[in-house]
């Protein structure tokens, strides 16, 4: 018998929410999400849904974190990598790397880029991200830019594209489309809720290795609980010491590491782990749209300036620890001279524009169908 349709409806658990907190459960958060996620809530309840969440501090609660991005993940459209003579383990290591924003520190796209090196060191990557919301300059946004049609990927194209460029965009709004009912509520309440900390855990491909950044080192220990109740391992979760939801090149960051096992390790690297100098994060700030697309072609065609080495080596260092987590170097610095090799070799623009003209190819079968 289906028991969805006896879920509860939102209502319902709204007000076991604000008349019983104490009692309230990861299924009941889970159940709230269903409900929302088959449009049977109105703007009213889905508005005192998120800001109750919040109230409860939701977000610093690993097991409703992780009730959350299983039931968007049961709602998703979720790419097959399996064909009749190759399984997912054939397939090989699937690896991303994202951050939650929300930072505040505005860097250049260092997650995008580094995606992309990664990508051309060898390494299949599966983006999962969106258009900016907390900064000038979102992954879609820049990739977009530069001739990559995005929105036209669909699960079907995933398979093709990884095993073709080793690179593939996941556009959220198109793998999770059940989201979109949430959407205009999110964008008016105007503060964060949990749901901004859910994208980082909900890529459809679910990588076998992930660099997950978050915006507080309090979210550290909470992001890592909550990817080792989801069954996630070989995942870093990172957080600069100036509370940046990437690898910091200024100084120390924070890692929470989840071995194969499922055990979590805690430990500190620094830019001096990779062999690069520190610089100020000032050096490496995101600009507009223009800049940013700008200063990529520039790191993607050996044609820097002066001002671009510190976004350079922001990059090398998160690449060389994507590369690290994935077993493609054995050791962080190697991640870092892989990186830097990589770069200076012109394979990560050869992908990009390899990447680009297949997204393209496939605007082009859409609009003749």
Same mark, same amino acid.
């Not at 000032?282 to 990529?296: D, F, K, V, Y």
């Not at 892989?338 to 605007?363: N, P, V, Y």
């Given at each position: 018998?289906?028991?969805?349709?006896?879920?509860?409806?939102?209502?319902?658990?709204?007000?076991?929410?604000?008349? #019983? /907190?104490? !009692?309230?459960?990861?299924?009941?958060?889970?159940?709230?999400?269903?409900?929302?996620?088959?449009?049977?809530?109105?703007?009213?309840?889905?508005?005192?849904?998120?800001?109750?969440?919040?109230?409860?501090?939701?977000?610093?609660?690993? #097991?409703?974190?992780?009730?959350?991005?299983?039931?968007?993940?049961?709602?998703?459209?979720?790419?097959?990598? #399996?064909?009749?003579?190759?399984?997912?383990?054939?397939?090989?290591?699937?690896?991303?790397?994202?951050?939650? !924003?929300?930072?505040?520190?505005?860097?250049?796209?260092?997650?995008?880029?580094?995606?992309?090196?990664?990508?051309?060191?060898?390494?299949?990557?599966?983006?999962?991200?969106?258009?900016?919301?907390?900064?000038?300059?979102?992954?879609?946004?820049?990739?977009?830019?530069?001739?990559?049609?995005?929105?036209?990927?669909?699960?079907?194209?995933?398979?093709?594209?990884?095993?073709?460029?080793?690179?593939?965009?996941? $556009?959220?709004?198109?793998?999770? /489309?059940?989201?979109?009912?949430?959407?205009?509520?999110?964008?008016?309440?105007?503060?964060?809720?949990? $749901?901004?900390?859910? !994208?980082?855990?909900?890529?459809?491909?679910?990588?076998?290795?992930?660099?997950? !950044?978050?915006?507080?080192?309090?979210?550290? /220990?909470?992001?890592?609980?909550?990817?080792?109740?989801?069954?996630?391992?070989?995942?870093?979760?990172?957080?600069?010491?100036?509370?940046?939801?990437?690898?910091?090149?200024?100084?120390?960051?924070?890692?929470?590491?989840?071995?194969?096992?499922?055990?979590?390790?805690?430990?500190?690297?620094? /830019?001096?782990? $990779?062999?690069?100098?520190?610089?100020?994060?000032?050096?490496?700030?995101?600009?507009?749209?223009?800049?940013?697309?700008?200063?990529?072609?520039?790191?993607?065609?050996?044609?820097?300036?002066?001002?671009?080495?510190?976004?350079?080596?922001?990059?090398?260092?998160?690449?060389?620890?994507?590369?690290?987590?994935?077993?493609?170097?054995?050791?962080?610095?190697?991640?870092?001279?892989?990186?830097?090799?990589?770069? #200076?070799?012109?394979?990560?623009?050869?992908?990009?524009?390899?990447?680009?003209?297949?997204?393209?190819?496939?605007?082009?079968?859409?609009?003749?169908?």
């Amino acid at each position: 018998m289906d028991t969805t349709d006896r879920r509860q409806h939102l209502r319902d658990i709204l007000k076991h929410l604000i008349l #019983e /907190p104490t !009692g309230f459960t990861p299924e009941h958060a889970a159940n709230g999400l269903h409900s929302i996620m088959r449009g049977e809530a109105s703007d009213a309840q889905m508005g005192g849904f998120l800001t109750a969440l919040r109230l409860r501090g939701v977000d610093q609660q690993p #097991e409703m974190i992780a009730a959350l991005a299983s039931e968007m993940l049961s709602n998703a459209l979720i790419p097959v990598l #399996e064909t009749d003579t190759q399984s997912r383990e054939d397939f090989g290591v699937v690896a991303d790397i994202v951050g939650t !924003g929300g930072d505040g520190w505005n860097t250049f796209n260092i997650s995008t880029t580094s995606s992309l090196v990664a990508a051309a060191a060898g390494l299949r990557v599966a983006k999962h991200g969106s258009r900016a919301s907390s900064s000038n300059c979102g992954s879609a946004d820049l990739l977009e830019s530069l001739g990559c049609n995005l929105s036209v990927i669909t699960p079907s194209d995933v398979a093709e594209l990884l095993q073709e460029h080793r690179f593939c965009f996941l $556009f959220s709004s198109t793998f999770h /489309p059940s989201m979109r009912y949430l959407a205009k509520t999110r964008r008016e309440l105007g503060f964060p809720t949990p $749901f901004n900390v859910l !994208g980082p855990l909900t890529n459809p491909v679910r990588p076998s290795r992930a660099v997950i !950044g978050v915006h507080s080192k309090s979210l550290g /220990p909470v992001m890592a609980q909550a990817l080792n109740i989801l069954g996630r391992r070989n995942y870093a979760v990172v957080c600069g010491d100036e509370n940046l939801d990437e690898i910091s090149i200024a100084g120390v960051t924070h890692v929470w590491h989840i071995d194969k096992l499922g055990k979590i390790a805690y430990y500190t690297i620094q /830019p001096s782990d $990779f062999g690069v100098a520190c610089h100020p994060l000032s050096a490496a700030s995101g600009s507009s749209l223009a800049e940013n697309q700008a200063t990529l072609k520039r790191l993607l065609t050996n044609t820097m300036t002066d001002q671009d080495y510190a976004i350079r080596d922001f990059v090398l260092v998160n690449t060389g620890f994507l590369l690290y987590v994935s077993g493609i170097a054995q050791t962080m610095k190697e991640g870092a001279d892989i990186a830097r090799k990589t770069l #200076e070799s012109g394979k990560t623009m050869q992908l990009l524009d390899g990447f680009a003209q297949a997204t393209q190819k496939l605007q082009a079968q859409e609009s003749t169908n």
